[in-house]
Structures are given as structure tokens and as C-alpha cells.
């Protein structure tokens, strides 16, 4: 097995693994340790450094193009809203005229069919005659 003698002190087997892993843990801690660190003063820079006036700026800049699209939203929505109205009126208009047409092409059917009606009794009567005439002679 082999022997691993540090500052006097004979490390064999198990024991120098178990050393290895614990110094290894350590180190790697350590670095963790470090870089967590590194990563918090640098953000401490960048926290220091920001402008806080412009980003109020930028939230300010945003809150009113947000203002002025819902008021361009409200202005879509009424518009709608009053087209749709004109085109509800428009409909309305032109089932009234078709109700008026309707009544109208019945009213000239009826007097159309007792124009008819009078005219082919009429020549019915003539062939009536006609006929009594003719059976006569």
C-alpha cells in the first residue's frame, strides 16, 4: 500500500483520500466563496452607478406612450361603436324600404289579377254569347 509522508506525519490509504476530498471541498468552496464575492461587489458598482433620474425618465417616457394608447384604444372603441350604430341604422332603413316594396308589389299583384279577372270575364261572356249564337243557327 502506498505511504504519503507529510511534515513527519505517515498518511496511508483511506485516510490520505479522505484528506484529498476534504482539501478539495475546501478549495472549491473557497472559490465559490469568492466569485459570490466578486459578483456582489460587482453589482454593488453597478447599483452605485445607476441613474436614478433616468430611469424615472424612461418610466415617465413609458407611463405616457401607455396614456396615449389607451386613449387611442378609448377613440377605436367609440368609433366603432358609432359605426356600428349607422350601419344598425342603415339596416333598419333598408328592411323598412323592402316591408314598403313588399306591400307595394302585392297591392299591384292583387290589382294586376283583378285587371285580369275583369278582362277574361269579360271574353268569357263574349264566348258565352258566341257560342249561344252559333248553337242557335
Same mark, same amino acid.
Given at each position: 500500500m502506498a505511504e504519503l509522508d507529510v511534515g513527519g506525519v505517515?498518511? !496511508?490509504?483511506?485516510k490520505g483520500l479522505a484528506i484529498l476530498m476534504a482539501l478539495g471541498t475546501m478549495i472549491g468552496t473557497l472559490y465559490g466563496g469568492f466569485e459570490v464575492y466578486k459578483d456582489y461587489m460587482d453589482m454593488k458598482d453597478k447599483l452605485a452607478n445607476l441613474d436614478v433620474g433616468a430611469v424615472e425618465a %424612461?418610466?415617465?417616457?413609458?407611463m405616457v406612450k401607455l396614456d396615449e394608447a389607451i386613449g387611442y384604444? !378609448?377613440?377605436v372603441k367609440n368609433d366603432l361603436r358609432s359605426d356600428v350604430i349607422q350601419v344598425e341604422k342603415a339596416i333598419g332603413?333598408?328592411? %323598412?324600404?323592402l316591408r314598403d316594396m313588399e306591400n307595394e308589389n302585392r297591392f299591384s299583384i292583387q290589382e294586376a289579377k !283583378?285587371?285580369?279577372?275583369e278582362r277574361t270575364s269579360s271574353i268569357d261572356e263574349k264566348l258565352t254569347s258566341m257560342e249561344e249564337r252559333v248553337n242557335k243557327n
Open positions: 505517515k498518511v !496511508k490509504g483511506g %424612461r418610466i415617465d417616457n413609458a384604444a !378609448k377613440d332603413t333598408v328592411e %323598412r324600404r !283583378k285587371w285580369f279577372d
